[in-house]
């Protein structure tokens, strides 16, 4: 099946510093996709990538679908101490009725204030 | 506003009980999935359904079971033949291309 390796599994930054995650898959995707999951709460969708070489920004966060299909990274500029959290890699290469998403185990973000 | 909720937050079991986790959501999506997340941990793929009154395994199916009998409604019950049920259950659905969106989670302890 297919499978994704997310790195690194967990970061510890100092406020201000830029972060960057990335995530590689055995076979290729059309679809990439990143999400933050606070304690306790359900994943929330960050950035959404549908094309090969897109890079996409929301606020200070910033994703590029690879060109090679298979990978996606996440940036994050001037990190806050909000920005903690879990953050997921999802990827897909079905759609309609037989979609389903592969998710990463995800990078462990600390932010020291 | 549309969303999908998930009940109860919290969730107490005794051993060799079933108990059943509600998940619901107005955003009209076809697609709604099941999963288990454990400390340190990815998430786990349970069940999946992607039309009423269908739904296929996932990753981790036994000890589980659900039904699709509303699109609005994916219940799971965790059987008591799952061994190890602690762990945090998320539900989510997707139109078919996309995100999913998420619910807030029930977290099951056994007692």
């Known amino acids: 099946g297919q499978q994704l390796n997310q790195s690194p599994q967990s970061m510890f930054i100092q406020e201000g510093e830029d972060v960057s995650m990335n995530c590689t898959s055995s076979?290729?995707?059309?679809?990439w996709l990143w999400y933050k999951q606070e304690p306790g709460e359900g994943p929330v969708l960050l950035i959404a990538l549908y094309k090969a070489g897109e890079l996409t920004s929301n606020g200070r966060l910033t994703a590029q679908f690879g060109i090679t299909r298979k990978d996606s990274f996440l940036n994050i500029s001037a990190s806050i101490p909000s920005d903690v959290g879990i953050y997921f890699c999802a990827g897909s290469f079905s759609g309609g009725s037989n979609y389903k998403l592969t998710f990463g185990k995800g990078t462990l973000l600390t932010v020291n204030p | 506003d549309g969303g999908i909720t998930q009940s109860p937050k919290y969730l107490f079991r005794k051993e060799g009980q079933n108990v059943t986790l509600s998940c619901e959501q107005n955003l009209n999506h076809d697609a709604m999935y099941w999963y288990r997340q454990d400390p340190g941990q990815g998430l786990r793929l349970i069940y999946y359904?992607?039309?009423?009154?269908?739904?296929q395994k996932g990753d981790i199916a036994e000890g589980y079971s659900v039904s699709r009998e509303k699109k609005e409604s994916f219940p799971l019950t965790v059987t008591s033949a799952q061994k190890n049920p602690t762990a945090f259950y998320l539900c989510a659905s997707s139109p078919g291309r996309g995100g999913y969106t998420f619910g807030s989670g029930t977290r099951l302890t056994v007692v």
């Open positions: 076979s290729i995707f059309n679809t």
């Open positions: 359904s992607q039309i009423v009154n269908d739904f």
